[in-house]
């Protein structure tokens, strides 16, 4: 619920004024947990390549999938898992173009067999401070854009999720969207979509992605805030410039464009310092756990922003 009333904040919009939908919160989530189960997608074809596995503890599966940040289907934690069922993931086109020679369409099955897929043990860090440890399923970016050849001119890639209002409410109401641009939009530097790291999921927990997780294929950085792993996309398109991202359009010195973790760079409105790892326990049992630079990815990519002032680009 604070998030609703940070996005109404945002908008200048007093919660006092607005009768708003009773809804379970955080709390009510992790007292109960009696939904019902998500819905499990098919069994998926991968390797576990020794590179990507860990010893992390990981966030149980029900969490994973029952809590959940997809605004076009509500605010609430809960609320992607209980209504993002009716978004049709298949048939699926995805169109990659732009500053490319050789632009491609791929569909709902190319997805999950065009490229080998793995399974990959990330940390996930949410920039409300809350982080998890994913089992994701799916395959390096860079195989999909050195497919596509990226010209000489291609210097920013940007990603945007399926346009369905009829589908997704929060599109059509700003109270349900929270106030959001729609669609979705996010964007990266052309070195950090090439980064071996950056992973395009199709699948979570072994089995194809459920709605709420961002089915069918969804963007997953583990390096920066959760908000820069877009969901449900329908359009990569390589750029000359930067592209707009939506949290950033929303507000800029809250969200800047690398969205980088890192534990010295406050949010205006709270610290980044901790974050609240979500484990198998109740609410009582939610670790607080120190904040990792770069969400504990340093040696892999710091040397994608050298020279560059992380406080000035946030
Ligand atoms: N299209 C779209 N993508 C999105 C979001 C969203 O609201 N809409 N939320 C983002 C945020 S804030 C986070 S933390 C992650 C959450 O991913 P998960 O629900 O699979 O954990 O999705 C990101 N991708
Ligand atoms: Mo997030």
């Not at 149980?60 to 209980?82: H, I, R």
């Not at 791929?106 to 996930?124: K, Q």
């Not at 959760?226 to 410039?241: A, D, H, M, P």
Request: net charge positive.
């Amino acid at each position: 619920m604070m998030q609703r009333r940070q996005v109404l904040k945002m908008l200048g919009i007093s919660t006092a004024a607005i009768a708003l939908p009773a809804q379970a919160g955080l709390s009510d989530w992790f007292k109960g947990n009696d939904r019902p189960p998500a819905p499990s997608g098919k069994p998926l074809d991968f390797s576990k390549p020794a590179e990507w596995q860990n010893t992390l503890t990981l966030t149980p599966e029900d969490k994973v999938t029952g809590y959940n940040n997809f605004y076009e289907f509500g605010l609430d934690k809960a609320d992607p898992a209980a209504n993002a069922g009716s978004m049709p993931t298949d048939p699926w086109k995805l169109t990659i173009d732009g500053e490319v020679a050789k632009p491609l369409t791929l569909d709902h099955d190319d997805l999950t067999r065009r490229f080998a897929l793995e399974e990959r043990i990330y940390r996930m860090r949410c920039v409300e401070a809350w982080s998890m440890v994913v089992p994701w399923v799916g395959f390096p970016l860079h195989k999909l854009l050195s497919l596509v050849e990226p010209t000489s001119n291609a210097k920013y890639v940007a990603f945007q999720t399926l346009y369905a209002p009829d589908i997704m409410p929060g599109q059509k109401d700003r109270f349900i969207g929270g106030g959001l641009k729609y669609p979705y939009v996010e964007g990266l530097r052309l070195d950090e979509a090439m980064h071996p790291l950056t992973m395009l999921t199709v699948g979570v927990y072994g089995k194809a992605l459920p709605p709420q997780n961002g089915a069918p294929v969804r963007l997953t950085v583990p390096w920066k805030y959760g908000f820069k792993g877009i969901k449900s996309i329908v359009s990569i398109k390589l750029t000359r410039e930067r592209p707009p991202t939506t949290w950033n359009l929303a507000a800029a010195n809250e969200y800047g464009f690398y969205a980088n973790v890192n534990p010295h760079v406050d949010h205006p409105r709270w610290s980044q310092a901790t974050e609240r790892f979500i484990g198998s326990g109740g609410i009582l049992n939610v670790k607080r756990q120190p904040t990792l630079l770069f969400n504990g990815y340093a040696d892999q990519v710091a040397s994608l922003y050298r020279g560059l002032d992380l406080r000035e680009n946030f």
